[in-house]
């Protein structure tokens, strides 16, 4: 069990009188987290993402369709999502706001139906601040903090200010698009008959040739294979020195989850 805590970090509700509430940037660090979870292993049909409103459930939706990897993940509201588990289910309360209003939240029995779907992991994302105002919500923030553990939204966001919507759904394509020009790159690799990991390229940028006679079917002599210092510059494709950096951070929030759900 995990409380990811938004409270200090500025992401509020937003939804008119009698209009679904929406929290564009909880949304976002929803987004965030269900990627972490599929980085740690589990897949898309593993994993659900529930709300108890419809506005945010069609954010969630917005910023999750990019990323083929996320195929198969259920997006709905709570209702929608009665009678069904998940190994994993990432819930967002959306409530967040001065006043301390939860609305239908105060739905203990709702409430109770989203967080009892998950068999394995449940990340609760909320506002502890506005939601912890009602007394079933308070004991079950309590309890996941007695039981499992509590991480602060900032740990998420940079330097716990979440960055706008638009630009978080900008990152999420960005990343999708990286990921399918990954998996076409390894194809083509792969028909090539070249290294499963990528090109090797000198550092001049000039492609290594093959021993004379090797014809890649098994006739002439065998290309030498490099040492480790003798080894030259691995071409990625697509990737520079920040998604680098990124992917060094998403490593390390891996691990993170993976200790909470051992």
Known sequence: MLTIDTSGCDMRDSGGEGESKSNK????????????????????????????????????????????????????????FQGQE?????????????????????????????????RRHVAVLCDSETVGMHGFLRRLLDHVEARGQVRSAAEFTDNGTAPPFEAWLDLERAAARQHALSVEVAASAAAD?????????????HGSKPADGAQGNGEGPEEPKLGPKQRPMRLVVGLDGVVQLGQAVAEAVIAAVLYVLR
Do not use: C, M
Not at 41 to 46: F, H, K, S, Y
Not at 193 to 205: F, K, L, P, Q, R
């Open 25 to 80: 940037e909880e949304a976002a660090l929803a987004a965030a987290y269900v990627r972490v979870l599929l980085k740690a292993g589990l897949r898309g049909g593993q994993i659900a993402v529930i709300s108890p409103y419809n506005a945010q459930v069609a954010l969630l939706r917005d910023l999750l369709a990019p990323h083929p990897e996320a195929a198969g993940i259920e997006v709905r509201s709570v209702d929608g």
């Open 86 to 118: 998940k190994e994993a289910v990432v819930l967002s309360l959306v409530r967040s706001n001065e006043e301390g209003g939860v609305g239908f939240l105060s739905d203990d029995r709702r409430i109770n139906v989203a967080v009892t779907r998950a």
């Open 193 to 205: 008959g070249s290294d499963a990991e990528g090109a090797y390229v000198s550092n001049a940028g």
